[in-house]
């Protein structure tokens, strides 16, 4: 279903204004129901991003954001958040149409955005910075500031929800940004200007440019002005960005790819497992980058689950995203549908094949697939090893926690991993040998935006969370203050030093 009053042209918006590109190029973007275009984007390359980042760092040099009391800029963030809530059905509308996502999905996006706002609204107001006395000596403390203009570059899962999550921290610190929305998704991206001007950010803070991640993107990351660039993304971008951002010592935080594994032992509550399980990689279509996309299961349970699990899968509700009881809907792009399919294929020779499998057979149209469940599978598989980013699970046997955990790790990603078991030190202990930034235990992926976000190995560097995100966006600086008298070693005070 196509939304009432859809834009078909996307501009940039930089210095408070929408703008085209300075050379007039545009992109084509698709709903992926249809794959028609419905819209053009602006597309942005080097001049255009030049153009954003001296409006965001003119708002940087000359204020106010940067040095404004964090409780005055908390008020602009707490009303954003409220600007967000407002344009709820809007948005779930706009990114379910433009993403694929179902929208019963999409709804909760504009409710996690809006407190992300919240969250570090009252972080900035409620963190104090670090003192350190020697007494009768000295007293040192560290004053925070903003390191500069932010460049925030996203993926097109979740776009307008993940760009929230740098915007706010970002913003928080006191960083004016330049964001690069995914150019799959541009759309819900063109809420944000109404929702800053709603919110009363001030001109130059927040600057919007559309593009193709090797021209806008690569531009952003090559800007000497950019001190930052926060990418969530593929891996083997992120290793791009972070050759290009070497040249100019910029700071990174990295959020890539993962595989991540579900261990599930025999003793563990099935039922719950295995609602878990299929939540965990059929939700969001698949594409989600902590999807539990590997599930190890005990072999005492190995069949019973297999047969439980695909059954499950082959009544899930594949459908137009906008029917509230789709709970898989179209993938985001032919392009990225055409790469999982070709996934697909590959599994036939690599597992047994209990679900799915292609395209279901009503959808004639569309990037449609089949909730896909392959068991048996080996490790060396290619569909156990890399990442597919769709609905896909491959399921593997164990008969011991050391292979269980061996399995678990026998791949380059380290985002999430998931263990399922009643065994309370097992839980632990498995929990603790998990190569991952992030292990639930007994729980599908449920965070509270305290707790640190991030992944080892090859997906990602640094984490991003709570007050993480604040140390990522500002610069320690420390004054040191003598108390008393500093005595100092006294060079040159000897009146014959230069002749003896
Ligand atoms: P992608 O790497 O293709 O693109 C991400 C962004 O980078 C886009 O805006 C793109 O335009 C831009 N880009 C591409 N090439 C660039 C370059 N050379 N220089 C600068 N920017 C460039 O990723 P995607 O396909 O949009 O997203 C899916 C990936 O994101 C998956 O691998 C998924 O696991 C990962 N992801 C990770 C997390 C996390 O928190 N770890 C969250 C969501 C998605």
Redesign the pocket.
């Known amino acids: 279903m196509t939304p009432a009053d859809l834009p078909t042209h996307l501009p940039h918006f930089i210095g408070g204004e929408s703008v085209d590109s300075v050379s007039g190029a545009t992109f084509d973007v698709l709903d992926p129901v249809s794959n028609r275009p419905y819209a053009t984007a602006a597309a942005g390359d080097r001049e255009d991003v030049a153009r954003a980042v001296r409006a965001a760092r003119t708002a940087f040099t000359d204020g106010p954001w940067p040095t404004m009391p964090g409780r005055a800029r908390a008020r602009i963030l707490f009303a954003a958040a409220d600007a967000v809530e407002a344009r709820e059905d809007r948005l779930a509308e706009l990114e379910s149409f433009d993403t694929g996502l179902p929208i019963t999905q999409a709804r909760g996006q504009a409710k996690r955005a809006a407190e992300n706002f919240r969250f570090f609204a009252d972080l900035i107001v409620a963190r104090g910075d670090d003192a350190y006395s020697v007494p009768g000596s000295q007293l040192n403390y560290v004053v925070r500031r903003p390191v500069g203009v932010a460049g925030l570059?996203?993926?097109?899962?979740?776009p307008f929800m993940?760009e929230s999550w740098k915007l706010a921290p970002a913003l928080a610190s006191g960083c004016p940004v330049v964001l690069?929305?995914?150019?799959?998704t541009p759309l819900s991206a063109s809420l944000w200007p109404g929702i800053m001007a709603d919110a009363g950010l001030p001109s130059g803070v927040f600057n919007l440019v559309n593009?193709?991640?090797?021209d806008?993107?690569?531009a952003?990351?090559g800007h000497p002005d950019v001190p930052l660039i926060s990418?969530?993304?593929?891996?083997?971008?992120?290793k791009?960005?972070m050759r290009?951002a070497a040249e100019n010592l910029k700071g990174l935080s990295m959020?890539?790819?993962?595989k991540s594994p579900v261990v599930v032992f025999a003793d563990c509550d099935l039922e719950a497992a295995l609602d878990s399980t299929l939540f965990g990689v059929f939700s969001l279509n698949g594409?989600?980058?902590?999807a539990g996309s590997r599930i190890l299961v005990e072999r005492a349970i190995y069949e019973e689950f297999c047969e439980r699990y695909a059954e499950r899968a082959r009544r899930i509700v594949v459908g137009d995203p906008a029917d509230p009881a789709t709970e898989v809907g179209a993938l985001v792009h032919p392009e990225?549908y055409e790469r999982v399919l070709a996934y697909v294929e590959t599994g036939k020779g690599e597992g047994r094949l209990l679900a799915g499998g292609g395209r279901p057979e009503q959808l004639r149209e569309g990037n449609y697939l089949a909730p896909t469940v392959f068991a048996d599978v080996k490790p060396d598989a290619r569909i156990f090893q890399e990442?597919i980013?769709g609905p896909v699970v491959a399921i593997t046997p164990f008969d011991t926690e050391t292979e269980a955990i061996d399995l678990a790790n026998a791949v380059r990603y380290g985002?999430a991993g998931y263990v399922w078991t009643d065994n309370l030190k097992r839980g632990h202990r498995v929990a603790g040998a998990i190569e991952a930034g992030m292990v639930w235990l007994n729980s599908h992926n449920i965070r509270d935006l305290r707790t640190p976000?991030?992944?080892v190995k090859n997906?990602?560097v640094g984490h991003e969370g709570g007050h993480r995100s604040i140390d990522f966006y500002t610069d320690e600086h420390i004054v040191h203050v003598a108390l008393g008298d500093v005595h100092t070693p006294r060079f040159g005070a000897n009146p014959d030093g230069a002749s003896r």
Do not use: M, Q, Y
């Not at 593009?211 to 090797?214: D, N, R, T, Y």
């Open positions: 570059i996203t993926p097109w899962n979740t993940l690069k929305p995914a150019e799959f593009g193709i991640g090797e806008a993107g690569a952003l990351v990418f969530t993304g593929e891996t083997t971008t992120g791009v960005i290009e959020e890539l790819g993962g594409e989600r980058c902590t990225h990442e980013f985002l976000f991030g992944g997906s990602g």
